[in-house]
Nanobody
């Protein structure tokens, strides 16, 4: 079994910063891409940022220049540093990781439980 534990959400004023963390635990052989997504009520889950095991990053246009994704492979953890936050960034953020449980099984995507980020104006 694999679990993704997220932390770091909360309430912040516009222009402020938050740092989200997501640690993967369990029977893990390898982790490929990791990423952050966000989903507002009644809407689809949208990509925020992803990072490969080699450190190649990809960002949604709406967060470029404000958010930074990083990972610590030794700790199976991915981070999202969010700066210059805007009220429109308010929603639930979900961690995703593409994990192989052993060398014979194809990697599967796993999701965290979500963490609320609220940005007040």
């Amino acid at each position: 079994q694999v679990q993704l534990a997220e932390s770091g959400g909360g309430l912040v004023q516009a222009g402020g910063s938050l740092r989200l963390s997501c640690a993967a635990s369990g029977t893990i052989y390898s982790i490929n891409a990791m990423g952050w997504y966000r989903q507002a009520p009644g809407k689809q889950r949208d990509l925020v940022a992803t990072i490969t095991s080699g450190g190649v990053t990809n960002y949604a246009d709406s967060v470029k220049g404000r958010f930074t994704i990083s990972r610590d492979n030794a700790k199976n953890t991915v981070y999202l540093q969010m700066n210059s936050l805007k009220p429109e960034d308010t929603t639930v953020y979900y961690c995703n990781a593409n994990i192989a449980l052993n060398r014979w099984v194809r990697p599967t995507g796993y999701w965290g439980q979500g963490t609320q980020v609220t940005v007040s104006s």
